[in-house]
């Protein structure tokens, strides 16, 4: 089980190409949804730790 101190926020501030993915995904998710969706992207604060942080995927 993940707990919150094992992850950080990524750092996209190099990578405005990214940042861009992720914010036309939102739109694409809201028109979809009709709701507003916000995506926030995380990194694993160990090198070790690969798995997917993905919402189901390591339950």
């Known amino acids: 089980m993940s707990t919150r101190n094992e992850y950080e926020y ?3 501030n190099d990578k405005p190409e990214l940042v861009d993915e992720i914010v ?3 739109r ?3 028109k979809q ?3 507003s969706v916000t995506l926030i992207a995380y ?3 160990d090198a070790e730790g690969e798995e997917s942080c993905r919402a189901g995927l390591n339950d």
Do not use: V
């Open 10 to 12: 990524a750092d996209l």
């Open 24 to 26: 036309e995904l939102e």
């Open 28 to 30: 694409r998710l809201h």
């Open 33 to 35: 949804t009709g709701r």
């Open 43 to 45: 990194a694993r604060t």
